[in-house]
């Protein structure tokens, strides 16, 4: 059919005259700007590209979640290449996306997992670790927003990867589940790991 | 209708409730306050025109999310300690991007978004000329003597079989 409806224009564009083929530009811009606008469609406005990437984590002072009276800075960023995971125990989505973070933990020792504990309460973080398993090689806690903002989080989950000299190299925003992990977040890490050796 | 008057009062009473209840949020603003009181302008000018992340169509002065109550209250926290609009913004832009802004900077990345509608109004003006200029300059074509007498034989020809 489309081969058909090819040849039939062509016939079409054929018989007209030089006037009637100039007529055609405005069809043909119309349809670019439609495939343009249709293209703009799919993108996902909620996805916020990132000012922080290739540049410093920022740093922080903050409680551990686990031990109240545990400090942690930016070292626990350094030496190691880190996923940092915002999330919260009220955010559905980050339930959604904690099996495959306790995959990723398991299965590669190598990254250190970091969990940005954001906007919640401790009892009710630590609740949802125990009972849905800790992913969680070091967890921060923040639970008034003091280093979300200059971390530029504006809602959960978002994670970023952080290489080993504690620069930012790449910011995902919403869940991560398996495909996102294999396509989008691994090859980075991968990277990053082997540049440190 | 002045038995209905009762009846109404409730109605009217619920009405008056839900108008009040709508600008709580417009409320929560004035716990923001400076001892300038430009300063209170100047605050409510500036989150006025930075925009929330998370709910993308309203500003932060508008906004009920949360992520836009702890942005106020930075924003608030920085004037309050002297800090310029310029500052402010900056401090923003560096975290959130030129997406908190909603009048674009303009630098390279942003010359088509702000030069774009000027480029297409210059172009759509010379394709206008060009065609009222080729119009003129197209000859009247009228018809010649042989073709004025064909239509003249035409006509009376017309005009007889009638």
Sequence with gaps: ?197 | MTARTPKLMPAALALAGALTLGTAHAYTLEEFTFEDPSQTTEFRDLIGELRCLVCQNESLAGSQASVAQDLRNEVYRMMQEGKTRDEVVDFLVARYGDFVLYEPPIKPSTYFLWFGPFIFFALGGFLLMRAIQRKKAEPEQDLSDAERARLQQLLADTNKKD
Aim: with cysteine.
């Design chain 1, 1 to 197: 059919m489309p081969l058909k409806d090819g040849r039939f224009l062509k016939k079409i564009i054929g018989h007209m005259n030089k006037s009637a083929t100039r007529a055609l530009i405005p069809l043909g811009i119309f349809l670019a700007l439609a495939a343009l606008l249709f293209y703009g469609l799919q993108l996902d406005p909620r996805k916020i590209p990132s000012p922080l990437v290739d540049k410093p984590a920022p740093d922080f002072t903050l409680e551990s979640l686990k031990d109240p009276s545990q400090t942690l800075t930016k070292d626990v960023l350094l030496g190691k290449v880190s996923l940092v995971n915002v999330w919260a125990s009220w955010c559905p989505s980050c339930r959604q996306e904690h099996g495959e973070l306790m995959r990723i933990a398991r299965r590669n020792p190598s990254i250190q997992v970091v969990g940005f504990n954001w906007k919640d309460t401790r009892p009710e973080a630590l609740q949802m670790l125990t009972q849905f398993g800790d992913p969680y090689a070091v967890s921060i806690y923040d639970p008034n927003n003091h280093s979300g903002i200059d971390w530029g989080v504006y809602g959960a989950p978002e994670t970023f990867i952080v290489d080993a000299e504690g620069i930012i190299r790449h910011k995902h925003v919403g869940p991560i589940d398996a495909q996102v992990w294999e396509q989008e977040i691994r090859p980075i890490v991968e990277q990053y790991q082997a540049k440190k050796s």
